[in-house]
Structures are given as C-alpha cells and as structure tokens.
C-alpha cells in the first residue's frame, strides 16, 4: 500500500538555516584536503565515458554538475536491516540503479559512478573515497529505515552530516555506521572511532562544513519531490554523523527511503509501483538541483 502524504514535519529553509546556525560554534574549522588531481582507475562497479581517467575538462567548468556518485547502502555480508521478506541492501540498490539509468537517459553528459552496481560489500570510507577520487559534484546514498519501537512509524527523511539534534537521530547513525565492525582493520581505518560513542560521532560534524548549505538545499528538494511527486509522508530533514559522508568533498545526502518495519511500507519499497515513484522523485529533485545551481539561481 503506498503511503499517502500526511502533515509534513518537513523543515522551511529558514527553520533549517536556524538548526544549523546553533550549530555552527560548536564545530572546529577544519580545512579540508582537495581532492585528487587525477581521478583514478575504479573497479568494475561504474558507468564511465572512454578514457574516464583524465580529468573532465568540463567539470572545471564554474557551477557545472558533472559526475554524480550513487551510493546503494549496505551489500553483501552486510544485508542491512530487513522487514518480513525484503532485505535493505536490495532495495536500495534497486533504487539507486533505476536512478542512474533516470539521470542517465535525460542528461547524457553527466557522469554516473556507483559505490556498487551488484550484491558485494564496500567499505564506508571507501564510498566517500570514490566520490573524491572522481571529482565528483554530487554524493547521493540510498538507505531503508527501521523503527524498533514501533511498526507504525513510516516516511522519509533525508540527513546530511551534522550533530545530532535528537536521540532518534542518533541511533539512526548508530546503526548505519555499526557496519563499519565487520570491516578489516577498522580500528586503524577510521582512527579509532568507536560507532557507539555519541562524542566520537560529534567529531565526524565538522568535515562537511564546506558544503553544508548546498546539502541542506538538495535535502530540502528530495524531502519537497517524495511529498509533491509520490505522495509520501516526510519526516523532514536531519543532521547525524554518518561515517558514509565523512571527508566527502561535495554536497552529500543520506537518504532513508521508508521503514522496512512497517509492513505496508515494505510492501510498498518492494513493489515495481513503489521503487519507480521514490526513483523518480529523487530524479526530479535531482534534476531541480542541477537547473538551479548551473544558472546560478
């Protein structure tokens, strides 16, 4: 059953610019690193003009979105969380591959890169990593959400990194970055964080200062496209410390597409119906976006 649009906790700009203003004192300044000079051989798991190895002279180009990185969450031994039949990793990479071909069919020119295009685990760092290394003007993840609490809660919300502003933030963080323990030499890859330290999460806030208004404006657009263009419920957008955007160097969102704890929603995600909606919604602002930043609006 498709979850209809119900009164929006969706947050206006203004309220939002308020959140992250609070914020604001609380983060270190940090510089943060260029990224590569020359974006680097990947695996398998891209879509990629012929000699994608040399710089994209047109990505230089002022104000162009030209590479965009799609992040399917979770893959492999690491299947997610999970309702009574769908498993999270495959949803969400069911989404983000139907994404790719939308942005794809309608701008050509635009070069799509995916964290995973089949059932395999990726390290978190290494996600944001890819997005570095390519230069890329966009990071985009695709998740699905939980509620342990209830089978009722349902809905989108879009997150970039940030502090977290509520414990239920929190533990969606909490969750997503767990996966880092099944990852090799994860003490030493992420420098000792502990994914269950709330003041070791706090850390991860200041690395995406750089480009946290172009994120909430994306995170604005996807929460206004799930309600206006499928007609979901939206839970707004949140500020958390995931690890997938961590050092990303672009405007990067972590997307929960629906709660596969509630059965009507599971359904709905698992559906051909649903999947081209929640698709399609975040093509359109996706497509908003690109308008809007290359004519300077």
Request: aromatic fraction near 8%; charge should be positive; charged fraction near 25%.
């Amino acid at each position: 059953m498709k979850s209809k649009c119900v009164r929006s906790s969706f947050s206006t700009p203004g309220k939002v610019t308020t959140l992250l203003l609070a914020a604001l004192p609380l983060l270190a300044i940090t510089v943060l690193p260029a990224p590569d000079a020359v974006v680097q051989e990947l695996n398998q798991d891209t879509v990629r003009r012929t000699n994608a190895q040399e710089p994209d002279a047109a990505n230089d180009t002022p104000n162009q979105l030209r590479v965009v990185v799609l992040d399917a969450g979770h893959g492999g031994k690491d299947p997610g969380t999970h309702g009574r039949y769908a498993k999270e990793k495959t949803i969400n990479l069911n989404l983000i591959l139907q994404l790719g071909r939308k942005i794809k069919d309608k701008y050509p020119n635009v070069r799509v890169i995916y964290t995973r295009s089949s059932d395999h685990f990726v390290d978190l760092y290494e996600r944001g990593a890819i997005a570095n290394r390519n230069r890329a003007d966009l990071f985009i993840s695709i998740h699905c959400n939980a509620s342990p609490s209830s089978s009722r809660v349902y809905g989108t919300e879009t997150y970039t990194l940030g502090l977290h502003r509520t414990q239920s933030n929190l533990d969606v963080a909490r969750r997503e970055n767990a996966v880092i323990l099944q990852e090799k030499n994860y003490q030493q890859s992420y420098k000792g964080f502990n994914p269950n330290s709330p003041l070791a999460t706090i850390m991860l806030a200041n690395y995406q200062h750089a480009f946290i208004a172009s994120s909430i404006t994306f995170a604005e657009k996807l929460e206004r496209s799930f309600r206006q263009n499928a007609s979901r419920k939206s839970n707004g957008v949140k500020q958390a410390g995931f690890i997938v955007l961590w050092k990303t160097t672009m405007p990067s969102v972590l997307i929960e597409s629906g709660y596969l704890t509630n059965p009507d929603e599971e359904n709905y995600l698992r559906s051909e119906e649903g999947q081209d909606e929640i698709s399609t919604a975040i093509y359109k602002a996706f497509a908003q976006y690109k308008q809007e930043i290359e004519s300077g609006d």
